[in-house]
Every structure is written in C-alpha cells, then in structure tokens.
C-alpha cells in the first residue's frame, strides 16, 4: 500500500515538474521576444504664436415696442462702427450678424412688457498683437453702452498641420536618441525601426514664449501656443 502511495506521489510531482517547465519555457520564450525589440516614446514641442484673432461685441437694447428697440440699437451700432474705423479695421474683418427679436411677456400671460434685440459684431483678424488693444478701446465704449458686452479675444492656430512633418520627425529622432541610452547600458544597439506610432498631435498653451511653462490644454484666450507630437517607436535590437 505504501509503496502504491510513493508511486503515485512520484506521477504528481513529476507531473508538476512537466507543468512546471512548460511555463518556465513559455516565461522566456516571451522574455527573448520582448528582448528582440524596444518601445520607447518620443516628445518634440515646438512654440508658435496664433496666427488668427477673433473678438465678439453683443449689442443688446429694449423697449416697449421693437421699433424703439430697433431704433436705439441702430444708433448705438453707429456709435461702434465710428469707433471701429478709428481703429483702422479693415471692413472685411468685421460681420454684422442679423438682429434678433426677444419679446418679454407679462409671467405666463401672452402681454408682452417689451422687446429685447440683439446684435453681435466679430471682428476676426490676422493681426492678433494689436487686438488686444482693439478690446481695450472697444471696452471703453460700454461708459457710453452700458448694454455692449466686449467678450475676451481668443486666439486660434489654424496652420498647425504646416509642423506637423518637422515635429514627428522630431519626436521619432528623440525617441531614437532614449532608445539608443536604454540599450547602451546593457552594452546593445539599436537596429532599424518596426514600427512608429503617432500617439499624440495637438496645441497646448503657454504663457510666455520664452518659458518652458506649458499647461496642459489649448486656453483660446492665450495668443503664444505649443504645439506638441508624441510618438511611439519600436526598434529592433541588435
């Protein structure tokens, strides 16, 4: 019986040992694979200035009937686009929206009290270092309109796909440059690369153009932006 029981014993642990080894050899079968190749990601920023500027004024006035409404806020326009040549804006920057009529009802009655109209004007722009100031003087107005609303200017970047091919061939070369540090210290190299993914392409913000400062999401009222790719290469080992 004992000696049954030594047999049987002696089938489960060799059993185990087979077990054993076919995952160990699957264990560096994954190894040597892993080992064939490295991954490493690449990073290039590049900093730029918006090249496109938008600034929004809404023009609002009310009265007990429209046309007063109509009236007053046509009064004020001209008050506005005095300002606007002053400032020497070209006249296809700017676009007039169409006026929108607002009635005001007496709570849930059909009376209505008054009317309320609106207008936008956005000035849009190439010239984004002096719309900043264009604001300012714009702003000014609301002493006299105290209905004007002077939205912050926002800025765009709408040329951003004219990097694109500088920034990832940048980013795959600092991707390189990590893979080759990487394998120096275990005394390898780098051979040709299997494969380049593009993991990231978008704008982010800075304040200063000389600052390494970046945030983390593309503000539209900042006018110095970042461009950023992140790439992801895979090498062959040598």
């Given at each position: ?61 009310s009265n007990k009937t429209a046309?007063d409404a109509y009236s007053k ?166």
């Amino acid at each position: 019986m004992k000696k049954i029981q030594f047999l049987v014993i002696a089938a489960i642990l060799s059993f185990g040992l087979i077990i054993s080894s076919a995952i160990l050899s699957n264990m560096v079968e994954k190894v040597n694979k892993r080992e064939d190749s490295i991954s490493v990601k690449g990073v290039a920023e590049r900093k730029v200035k918006a090249n496109k500027g938008v600034l929004i004024l809404t023009l609002m006035r009310s009265n007990k009937t429209a046309e007063d409404a109509y009236s007053k806020l046509e009064e004020d326009l001209t008050t506005i686009k005095d300002e606007i040549t002053i400032l020497d804006l070209v006249e296809n920057e700017i676009e007039y929206s169409n006026i929108k009529t607002e009635p005001i009802y007496n709570g849930n009655t059909k009376e209505i009290l008054s009317y309320n109209v609106y207008q936008t004007i956005t000035i849009t722009t190439n010239k984004v270092d002096t719309l900043a100031n264009t604001s300012l003087e714009l702003s000014k107005l609301t002493l006299k309109l105290p209905n004007l609303v002077v939205d912050t200017p926002e800025y765009y970047l709408t040329d951003i796909e004219k990097y694109k091919n500088d920034l990832i061939k940048s980013a795959t070369n600092n991707a390189k440059n990590t893979a080759i540090d990487v394998l120096k210290v275990n005394g390898k190299e780098i051979g040709d690369i299997k494969s380049l993914i593009q993991d990231e392409y978008k704008i982010f913000t800075t304040i200063d153009l000389n600052s390494n400062k970046t945030q983390k999401s593309n503000e539209l009222s900042a006018i110095n932006k970042v461009i950023r790719a992140n790439v992801t290469a895979t090498y062959v080992i040598k």
